[in-house]
């Protein structure tokens, strides 16, 4: 299990490293910085002054040289919009996504296993079949325009819940259950899968010749097995949610890390947007080692490699 996990950590970290490499690249590709932060008509010297003070007159390798300087120190730039830390900026928005994020997740992952485990109790019947047309319907279900039809719905038309901002409960709903939906569709899929092969397997059907409680041969028995994919699955659906945050927070105006990125591109902020994708990707595969921990666990195979 040690090495299986120090293989992991290890690609999480060439991962971040390459990642790092790619977005400094990607931010130096928009031309003359002056250009983007000084007004149309600065005067020439101006602008030689605002590129020398910044260090975007350096060669690029000097600059690179730098970039990796000032990661070692926790350093990740400067907004020169906001004129902060741009470490300081993300910080105080991924709290906001990580709590969206995290009751999402949790509510798709415990309504998958009741749900899943429910319909591959009795395959075919009448809650399996309902089930599984609601479960296709939802994981194929684009996040924008479920959120945009529930604003229409819930807003709009009943005026149930407000269309925007963040505060009690009713704020929380329509970001949630938009998020919820997708993970949700397609976790039941495959909890219910797993779920059908784990009760047809032989020591299910040990477990029952020997009197063991039906509960305690779902819940125990079939379920603990049929978790092992649905782990795995979990943790790509815990990248989609983060996606899926952008756009949700974005027609919300939730003030989460997603919305903080998408207004940081539109002003060209590149320092922030930089920072985001940074802390975004090191969430994200902590995230998948945190899986991987999990599954390790549940498969003594994985551990014992």
Do not use: C
């Not at 900026?89 to 997740?105: H, N, R």
């Not at 997708?182 to 909890?191: F, I, K």
């Amino acid at each position: 299990m040690t090495q299986y996990l120090s293989k992991r950590i290890f690609s999480s970290i060439l991962a971040i490293t390459g990642l790092f490499v790619m977005v400094f690249f990607l931010a130096r590709l928009t031309g003359d910085p002056g250009h983007l932060y000084l007004p149309i008509d600065a005067p020439l010297e101006v602008r030689k002054e605002f590129s020398e003070k910044h260090g975007f007159n350096d060669p690029i390798y000097i600059q690179f040289g730098k970039f990796l300087g000032d990661l070692t120190d926790g350093n990740l730039g400067y907004s020169l919009r906001k004129e902060r830390p741009a470490i300081d900026i993300v910080l105080e928005a991924i709290p906001v996504t990580l709590s969206l994020a995290a009751v999402a997740m949790s509510i798709a992952f415990v309504g998958a296993i009741l749900i899943g485990s429910l319909a591959a109790y009795r395959p075919n019947g009448i809650f399996d079949r309902i089930s599984r047309v609601i479960s296709l319907t939802a994981a194929s279900a684009p996040d924008f325009w479920v959120a945009i039809t529930a604003i229409l719905i819930f807003s709009v038309s009943l005026g149930w819940l407000p269309t925007s901002g963040i505060g009690g409960v009713p704020y929380w709903i329509m970001p949630i259950g938009i998020l919820v939906i997708r993970p949700l569709g397609l976790l039941v899929q495959v909890v219910r899968g797993s779920m059908i092969t784990a009760l047809s397997s032989d020591f299910v059907k040990t477990a029952r010749a020997k009197g063991v409680k039906e509960k305690v041969v779902i819940f125990k028995h079939a379920l603990r097995n049929a978790l092992l994919p649905v782990i795995t699955v979990a943790g790509d659906q815990a990248a989609a949610i983060a996606n899926g945050a952008v756009i949700v927070e974005t027609i919300f105006g939730w003030p989460g890390i997603g919305k903080l990125m998408i207004d940081s591109i539109m002003q060209r902020d590149f320092a922030v947007v930089q920072a985001s994708i940074l802390i975004t990707a090191i969430v994200i595969l902590s995230i998948n080692i945190i899986i991987d921990i999990a599954y390790a666990v549940l498969d003594p195979r994985i551990r014992h490699k």
